[in-house]
């Protein structure tokens, strides 16, 4: 097992003791030279794995279409920030501005804010989006005051790090990352902070003898964040993402390289690491922020009540044999049970409780 960011890894557990999972996620994926997000593109079928946007237009096109409703229920005002947490490689939000461009003075109001920290990807942003003047931020407080916010982020939450605790009988111990005997990363047990087991959800580590809980303190953050963010200068956030709809016990943390799974240690930096995302948490935590949370419901479920199926036959009409195939499997990856359609989870999170959400009829 070779790879730069190995050695950095090793050097500081050798300095300071076994390291968190949390903190070895975080190395792996933002480490500001061989950060996995830092050195590459790993989207579409060359990289590492396919997101919805790139799975098929229709999927960028829905949220479009979302997003412009909402501008309109918002009172259309002049001015407003068009955000997109984590935006890949900008085929979502290129698309998102395809949908919307016939809509009158969306695209002059909207001021395109992207938060990215891979310059790499920032690149690939600013290919797609030529011609609508982005602004990259890699914090939420660097945004314009008083506009009000429109964000998206799909497939964002997963990316953060997780710490995860284990619970054996009444003891109660975090997985982390030591080094073995032969030189290589191992995992190890590590004491955990009273206080990291004290926010998890009391009856559900009530209810099992033994059993992993996953935690991430920077979702937390981030999710505060941004209530603060919608309280402050009014608007929406649509997270879609993989996950479940209710808080569970489990190891959900997993590493992906070429399209397939690997294991967690396997050449660090060189892997994308995610963690499925507790989805009843996100709505716990805006619900005590003070913030209407809308769902959670299956990506299926929203992209149909949005009129996704419509839209293919539309699309179908001027498409030839190949094209219509094509559109027929990217429908079918985005909405069908076995697919997209029910692992990925959608909410919406607003402050105005008087405004009503398109794409939440159906919750899970």
Same mark, same amino acid.
């Given at each position: +097992?070779?790879?730069p960011?190995?050695?950095?890894?090793?050097?500081?557990?050798?300095?300071h003791?076994?390291?968190?999972l949390?903190?070895?996620?975080?190395?792996?994926?933002?480490?500001?030279?061989? #950060?996995?997000? +830092?050195?590459?593109? !790993?989207f579409?079928?060359?990289g590492d794995?396919i997101?919805?946007?790139?799975?098929?237009?229709?999927?960028?096109?829905m949220?479009?279409?979302?997003l412009?409703?909402?501008?309109?229920?918002?009172g259309?005002?002049s001015?407003?920030?068009?955000?997109?947490? *984590?935006?890949g490689?900008?085929?979502l +939000?290129?698309?998102i501005?395809r949908?919307?461009?016939?809509?009158?003075?969306?695209?002059g109001a909207?001021?395109?804010h992207?938060m990215?920290?891979?310059s790499?990807?920032?690149?690939?942003?600013?290919?797609?989006?030529? $011609?609508?003047?982005?602004?990259?931020?890699?914090?939420?407080?660097?945004?314009? !005051? $008083?506009?009000?916010?429109?964000?998206?982020?799909n497939? =964002?939450?997963d990316?953060?790090?997780?710490r995860?605790?284990?619970?054996?009988?009444?003891a109660?111990?975090?997985? #982390?990352?030591?080094?073995?005997?032969?030189?290589?990363?191992?995992?190890?047990?590590?004491?955990?902070?009273?206080?990291?087991?004290?926010?998890? !959800?009391?009856?559900?580590?009530?209810?099992?003898?033994q059993?992993?809980?996953?935690?991430s303190?920077?979702?937390?953050?981030?999710?505060?964040?941004?209530?603060?963010?919608?309280?402050?200068? @009014?608007?929406?956030?649509?997270?879609?993402?993989? #996950?479940?709809?209710?808080?569970a016990p *489990?190891d959900?943390?997993?590493?992906?390289?070429?399209h397939?799974?690997?294991?967690?240690f396997?050449? !660090?930096?060189t892997?994308?690491?995610?963690a499925?995302?507790d =989805?009843?948490?996100?709505v716990?935590?805006?619900?005590?922020?003070?913030?209407v949370?809308?769902?959670?419901?299956?990506?299926?479920?929203?992209?149909?009540?949005?009129?996704?199926?419509?839209?293919?036959?539309?699309?179908?009409?001027?498409?030839n044999?190949?094209?219509?195939?094509?559109l027929?499997? #990217?429908?079918?990856r985005?909405?069908?049970?076995?697919?997209?359609g029910?692992?990925?989870?959608?909410?919406?999170?607003? @402050?105005?409780?008087?405004?009503?959400?398109a *794409?939440f009829?159906e919750?899970v």
């Open positions: +097992m070779t790879a960011l190995l050695d950095i890894i090793k050097a500081r557990i050798a300095r003791g076994p390291m968190t949390g903190e070895y996620m975080a190395l792996c994926l933002s480490h500001p030279k061989h #950060g996995y997000y +830092m050195t590459r593109d !790993p579409g079928s060359a794995f997101t919805a946007p790139e799975v098929s237009q229709m999927f960028g096109e949220i479009g279409l979302w412009a409703d909402l501008w309109i229920k918002f259309q005002p001015e407003f920030i068009l955000l997109e947490c *984590g935006p490689r900008g085929t +939000m290129a698309d501005m949908a919307t461009k016939a809509l009158p003075g969306f695209h909207a001021k395109i992207l990215e920290i891979s790499v990807l920032r690149d690939a942003q600013a290919r797609a989006l030529a $011609g609508y003047d982005p602004v990259w931020i890699d914090d939420l407080n660097r945004l314009p !005051p $008083g506009l009000p916010v429109l964000l998206v982020a497939e =964002f939450l990316a953060l790090p997780v995860q605790i284990e619970k054996r009988g009444i109660f111990f975090e997985r #982390g990352v030591s080094i073995a005997p032969d030189g290589s990363l191992c995992a190890a047990l590590l004491p955990v902070p009273d206080a990291v087991i004290g926010a998890l !959800p009391k009856a559900l580590v009530d209810s099992v003898e059993g992993i809980f996953e935690t303190p920077h979702l937390n953050q981030f999710l505060k964040s941004v209530d603060i963010l919608l309280k402050k200068q @009014n608007g929406v956030a649509l997270f879609l993402d993989y #996950g479940h709809a209710r808080s *489990g959900t943390l997993q590493a992906m390289k070429n397939e799974f690997v294991t967690l396997e050449t !660090p930096g892997c994308d690491l995610t499925h995302v =989805f009843e948490n996100v716990k935590i805006a619900c005590e922020d003070g913030i949370a809308h769902g959670p419901t299956t990506q299926g479920a929203f992209l149909k009540e949005l009129g996704i199926e419509v839209r293919a036959e539309r699309l179908k009409k001027g498409a044999d190949a094209q219509a195939v094509d027929e499997s #990217g429908l079918k985005l909405i069908d049970t076995d697919q997209m029910s692992l990925f989870k959608v909410v919406a999170l607003c @402050n105005d409780p008087q405004i009503e959400i *794409g009829h919750s």
